[in-house]
């Protein structure tokens, strides 16, 4: 049986009109901004975070982590700690804040930084032991 035009065009439209609406339908993961880690620590400047960004870090027994938060809007959820241990700091939807968290134990800390709709900017700085 033959396809008439009209039956064509009404399939083609709905074809077309799903593939418009499912294409909204992607992530909103957003990260406008720049991020550096290295061993002296992990900083992030952000026009847009809406993502998790994360960097390990490997410091000493004794070291200390300075944290400085600052947010123009939105805000960020903050975990840093060795793997299969409890987080050293764990912070829900931060805005603003700076503090220095002591190192009881040396190993690679994986530190990670999910925002909320987020701009800003983080840094996590080693400060070694006896500094």
């Given amino acids: ?10 399939i083609l439209s709905l074809l077309v009109s799903l593939s418009v609406m499912l294409s909204g339908c992607g992530s909103t993961s957003v990260f406008d901004g720049s991020k550096a880690a290295n ?6 400047d952000y026009a847009a975070l809406n993502r998790e960004e994360s960097a390990d ?5 004794g070291d200390q982590l300075e944290v400085v ?14 793997p ?8 829900n939807r931060q805005q603003n804040g700076e503090f220095s968290l ?3 134990e040396a190993g690679t ?4 930084v999910t925002g909320h709709q987020a701009k800003g900017s983080v840094s996590f700085t080693r400060v070694p032991a006896g500094e």
């Fill in 39 to 44: 061993e002296g620590g992990f900083q992030m």
């Fill in 84 to 91: 299969e241990k409890d987080p050293l700091y764990r912070g």
């Fill in 109 to 112: 800390y994986h530190i990670s």
């Fill in 102 to 104: 002591p190192v009881s």
């Fill in 69 to 82: 938060i600052a947010q123009t809007s939105g805000g960020v959820d903050v975990t840093g700690g060795l």
């Fill in 1 to 10: 049986m033959k396809m008439t035009f009209l039956k064509r065009f009404a």
């Fill in 57 to 61: 870090l490997y410091l000493d027994k």
